[in-house]
């Protein structure tokens, strides 16, 4: 069984490695999606800069990095202990850092918020459809993608705690939670500032609240 779990670990962090946002923003419309918008290689920036369906896209890919992953350990190792599920747990962590620090990116990532998704969904479906919830309800309200996802992902050990999950898990989930929520320091000055970029519908426009409305020229090719 240890031997299985090194390989998942491995597996998990090289693969989630792999940095599809800015391949997909290269591949696409010839950009570097590191030189723009935010510098993030994750779905918000991509829709932003390169355009809505390639946003969800990136969203999908870098879901599933955390989601295959944790389902194959589950499928392999099991889950009936709480050892087996603290394995999970590690292969789900391994997967994450994989994405936040990239070895094909000069240890450069996303912030991790759809690689925690694909992590979760395999561990808790149900924990995830409540931050889910409330990250819809946040962006719905104020339209701030990094408020939604911070406070979506603050909540997480909460439902899991509810859901009867190990303690380990629950532990886990925190330290995940704040590690997304350090990764989003900018995004949290700015919000303190007041000019955090809103989302608006379709990605295409942002709210500047010193500048107002901004028109946004999707990149995407026809």
């Known amino acids: 069984m240890w031997t299985v779990f090194i390989v998942l670990l491995v597996a998990a962090y090289l693969s989630a490695s792999i940095p599809f946002g800015l391949l997909i923003s290269r591949r696409v419309v010839r950009l570097d999606i590191t030189r723009a918008g935010s510098g993030n290689i994750g779905a918000t920036n991509v829709a932003r800069e390169v355009g809505l369906k390639w946003g969800i896209i990136t969203l999908l890919v870098d879901t599933l990095k955390g989601f ?30 994989g994405h936040q620090f990239s070895v094909y990116n000069r240890f450069r990532g996303g912030k991790g918020v759809a690689t925690c998704l694909g992590v979760f969904l395999a561990i808790s479906p149900f924990s995830c459809l409540f931050s889910g919830i409330i990250f819809l309800v946040l962006v719905s309200l104020w339209k701030y993608v990094s408020l939604g996802s911070i406070l979506a992902v603050l909540t997480l050990p909460i439902w899991l705690h509810l859901m009867g999950h190990s303690s380990f898990v629950i532990l886990l989930s925190l330290v995940i939670s704040l590690l997304i929520t350090l990764l989003h320091g900018e995004n949290i000055k700015r919000l303190l500032q007041g000019n955090e970029r809103r989302w608006q519908k379709g990605g295409a426009k942002v709210i500047d609240q010193s500048n107002g409305i901004v028109p946004h020229q999707s990149k995407t090719r026809s």
């Open 68 to 97: 295959i992953p944790v389902a194959l350990a589950h499928y392999l190792l099991g889950s009936s202990t709480e050892m087996q599920e603290a394995l999970k747990g590690m292969v789900g962590l391994s997967a994450l850092l």
